[in-house]
């Protein structure tokens, strides 16, 4: 081997090399820090034939083609990803750089990683049980919004148990693991609209259950993001009759008036961009208009003095405007 | 006008006073006609100048020869300037540019938010021309309280709204753009994109309609004409004059009226439908738009509105024998006569000419330039210099020819090392050099720097 200058190492010789390594980390052999070395040192090799270096340029399609072939058939991806908190700091970021890497690689209009993913689905469960790890939250983070951006591999999230565990990770208490893992969260529940429309539709009761635990959090920043993208998803058309099961239910806007009256300011606009859905539906269900009936005039009187140091903010003015004639005009259903 | 403006006019009466005064020659504002002296003399007086203007001409004629002084210009020696550039701020915030572009409710212009130092476009309603309009201040309401409501990478924001009720105008603050795609395409060979060029700006048009209708919003009239471009290539959804919001608790997307641009509309509309699925024209006219920016027609055509609205209600059209599937396809597919069987936006993205990426192409078209300047500098600050700085004076060199020096910037960090350094060649070589040191510093200031330039504003030169 040269002193100085790359080494000839092919993608099937680095990638063995690499596999070893990992391998002899995780069984925590008396050399672990060869061994630690040697998955530093192979990582960069990997990462270096995909971006290039300085000096020199990204290997030819041939070449990272080989090298992709051999990451699906040494089922390293995987390894890696289930040793991450095992290698070290830039080993982490170098891991993440590689696999969104491969992710986005394309013959065609074939993605062949996506393939190869969604038929080992373990790699995206063992990505998303990551933020259960402080010291690899992040590095997971960012590979599952990757994943996320295809429609197949959200949908295999979307569906899997494991999702459900997003609930407890948007809470935890480290405040950018928190916000890492709200920001997927929202990403897999926006991104494909058609996907995420059938999603909750299926999935309705399991899932509100878990989002009104969000919306009592103790946590205000969560309480605050959690009850924003609620309204984000019911106003969006894809949503339509998620939106209308939501505004039946008595039990949720009885929540949003108590949210009307938090104190914090932010959380009452926000759930005014709720509450305004449940007075607008036309066709008002029984519980939902007798609510509204017993607390028709303390509404009206609410919304009277509610933020009216908006005076700016045209669209709001005129939504209350709106809301508060509803609220007057409201009548008991006939035969009643 | 500010203390600066003063000072700034004190230094350059001093720096002119070394000139020959016979050389000087007058700007005119955008007059065609060669004029004589004593109209100069009259220009130059009604300037609109600072009295400073004056007390220099003043000085400079010394005991007052100010016959000899106008008549030695002769009409051959008169050049002509653009016209003045005149600093307008609009709600004491908006710093205006030049004119970007104009429609038939007024113009569009560049701007500047003196707070935020962005970079904005404004669009100037004039109120007599938008009450001649059909709707006109209808939509322009609508547009308004819709952009309120939009907030996406590919839908163009509205940063402020300012109303002048003294001149009955009407300014819209919006996100600043280089151009439309129509202006692309007018300036591309074959009025036509390399596909990879097409493929990045469909994708962003899906981005955006996808947005839209998620917010229930149709727009109706997408085309290359109402999609912008930034500088960076980002695709912005524009002109929501007829858009349509459908009613959060409408069952379906069924729309009523149609006024998009004729040959953007699809065949339910061209027949006159009583009501037609609204998210389906968008979709049409999005595949106008594809056919358009990939082969340089249209699908449909006509000598006048009836010709073409029958060839549309017909349905049929060719796709050029050089545009091959995938994409004939997709075109065949977004271009489905009943709009029930035309592709949904997620089938159009899941569609393969969208899922590959076209090979790049031998070339790219790039955003035709604004008055000559490919690089599409800011045109505001000409405007401000010319405010702050007196640019309008003409400027010679050693042998009496006008010169347009290029502007020349100074930092404070140079300012700082020239009077250092000044103070350094004072105290080596005694006052008595002090001459020699001072146009030291001189060159420093002129040294220009690199990330601005602009055009036209000229500086006196030491001789």
Known sequence: MPLFGKSQKGPAEVVKALKEAVNSLEKGEKKAEKAQEDVSKNLVLIKNMLYGTSESEPQTDIIVAQLAQELYNSNLLLLLIQNLNRIDFEGKKDVAQVFNNILRRQIGTRSPTVEYICTKPEILFTLMTGYEHQDIALNCGTMLRECARYEALAKIMLHSEDFYNFFRYVEVSTFDIASDAFSTFKELLTRHKIVCAEFLEANYDKVFSYYQRLLNSENYVTRRQSLKLLGELLLDRHNFSVMTRYISNPENLKLMMNMLKERSRNIQFEAFHVFKVFVANPNKPKPILDILLRNQEKLVEFLMKFHTDRAEDEQFNDEKAYLIRQIKELKPLPGH | ?463
């Not at chain 2, 249209?298 to 091959?324: A, C, M, S, T, V």
């Open chain 2, 1 to 463: 006008m500010s203390e600066n403006t003063n000072n700034s006019g004190e230094d350059f009466g001093a720096r002119c006073s070394e000139q020959e005064l016979s050389n000087r020659i007058f700007s005119v504002e955008n007059d065609d006609e060669p004029i004589n002296a004593a109209e100069n003399a009259e220009i130059w007086l009604n300037d609109g100048h600072s009295t400073d203007d004056l007390d220099v001409l003043g000085d400079d004629l010394g005991t007052g020869n100010i016959n000899d002084f106008f008549h030695r210009v002769d009409s051959d020696q008169v050049i002509y300037q653009p016209k003045k550039k005149r600093l307008k701020i609009i709600d004491n915030r908006y710093v205006m540019g030049d004119l970007l572009g104009e429609g038939a409710y007024g113009k569009v212009k560049e701007m500047l938010d003196s707070e935020t130092l962005c970079r904005r476009a404004v669009k100037i309603f004039k109120e007599r021309k938008l009450r001649r309009i059909p709707n006109g201040e209808q939509n322009v309401q609508k547009e308004i309280s819709l952009l309120k409501k939009l907030c996406h990478k590919n839908i163009i924001r509205l940063i402020d709204e300012h109303r002048n009720p003294e001149k009955q105008k009407l300014y819209l603050i919006l996100e600043f753009c280089v151009g439309s795609l129509q202006g692309l395409l007018d300036s591309a060979p074959g009025k036509k994109l390399p596909a990879r060029q097409a493929h990045g700006y469909f994708t962003q048009l899906l981005d955006g309609l996808e947005y839209l209708h998620g917010a229930r919003v149709v727009h109706k009239d997408i085309k290359p004409g109402n999609l912008l471009l930034t500088l960076e290539q980002v695709l912005k959804i524009s002109d929501f004059g007829v858009a349509e919001t459908i009613d959060l608790f409408a069952k379906d997307d069924t729309c009523y009226i149609g006024q998009g641009s004729p040959a953007f509309q699809p065949p339910e509309i061209a027949n006159g439908a009583e009501s037609f699925p609204g998210f389906k024209v968008d979709i049409w006219s999005s595949g106008v738009t594809l056919y358009n920016i990939m082969t340089g027609k249209y699908p449909f055509e006509g000598d006048n509105i009836y010709r073409l609205f029958e060839n549309i209600g017909n349905g049929d059209f060719k796709i050029p024998d050089e545009i091959q599937d995938p994409l004939r396809n997709l075109l065949a597919g977004m271009l489905k006569k009943d709009p029930t069987e035309r592709l949904s936006l997620r089938q159009i993205r899941q569609h393969p000419w969208l899922t590959r990426k076209p090979p790049p192409g031998d070339y790219v078209v790039s955003i035709p330039p604004l008055k000559n300047d490919q690089f599409h500098n800011m045109t505001v600050l000409p405007y401000l210099i010319e405010h702050y700085y007196h640019a309008d004076e003409p400027c010679y060199d050693e042998d009496g020819n006008m010169t347009y020096s290029e502007t020349e910037y100074v930092t404070e960090r140079q300012l700082n090392a020239a009077a250092e350094n000044q103070k350094r060649l004072e105290q080596v070589n005694g006052n008595s050099q002090s001459n020699q040191s001072s146009s030291s510093k001189r060159n420093r200031k002129k040294r220009p720097i690199s990330c601005m330039t602009v055009r036209n504003l000229s500086m006196c030169k030491q001789s």
